[in-house]
């Protein structure tokens, strides 16, 4: 079992309506955490779960919302939005459970340094018309704790993408299109200098409709 002590503090301002300026700041100390290893084998990898001796993982967050109006009469209806988190854990294993791991100190798996979540909106005035534009990347991470002498399995940054549309097409119906994942970045798993894992999952395309009553 895996115990946590977690500290959370928050700050948080509303300058206006729909608009919000906040940065919050955590800490987390573990005892006993559990972490994925990846033992060495002479066909297709093994995986396995090791209590480590102790990890801690501090970070901050800011998150921002603004609506675009003061840019200029061209931006009226217009909302930009940023979410940035960074992150810094640090996780000690024991060596002494008959694996003899990579690093004896190092990230948490499925830890990223940073996360990044930032986009627009647009609304006209009755909130018929909308759009949002997402963008998201996240930080290289481990995905399996490698035993000597395999380095780690790390999921590399990729960059996302996603567009969404709202819009009336005539009396009470409507439309929407949804463009999820418009870079079609590869999904990356390197060990050392190999890429031992890779994909590309496409880009995916909605249309729909709806009837106001």
């Not at 940023?82 to 791991?101: C, H, I, P, W």
């Not at 940073?114 to 005035?125: D, H, I, L, R, S």
Request: aromatic share 10%; net charge positive.
């Amino acid at each position: 079992r895996t115990l946590i002590d977690n500290l959370d503090l928050r700050w948080e301002w509303f300058p206006d309506a729909e608009e919000v300026v906040s940065l919050g700041v955590f800490a987390k100390r573990f005892q006993d955490p559990i972490e994925r290893v990846e033992q060495a084998t002479s066909g297709a990898y093994q995986a396995t779960f090791q209590n480590a001796l102790s990890a801690q993982n501090f970070g901050a967050e800011l998150e921002l919302r603004k609506r675009l109006g003061f840019v200029g009469g061209w931006a009226r209806g217009l909302t930009g939005f940023v979410n940035l988190t960074v992150m810094d854990s640090r996780v000690t294993l024991d060596t002494a459970r008959g694996l003899t791991v990579t690093d004896r100190e190092r990230r948490m798996v499925g830890q990223a340094p940073y996360v990044v979540n930032t986009g627009v909106t647009y609304a006209n005035t009755d909130g018929r018309w909308t759009a949002t534009l997402l963008y998201n990347r996240v930080g290289e991470r481990i995905v399996a704790a490698g035993v000597v002498p395999l380095p780690n399995i790390i999921e590399r940054p990729r960059d996302v993408v996603d567009l969404s549309l709202r819009f009336p097409v005539t009396g009470a119906l409507s439309a929407r299109i949804d463009a999820r994942n418009l870079l079609d970045a590869r999904y990356r798993f390197t060990q050392g200098t190999l890429e031992r894992e890779g994909w590309n999952v496409g880009r995916t395309f909605q249309v729909g409709f709806s009837v106001r009553p």
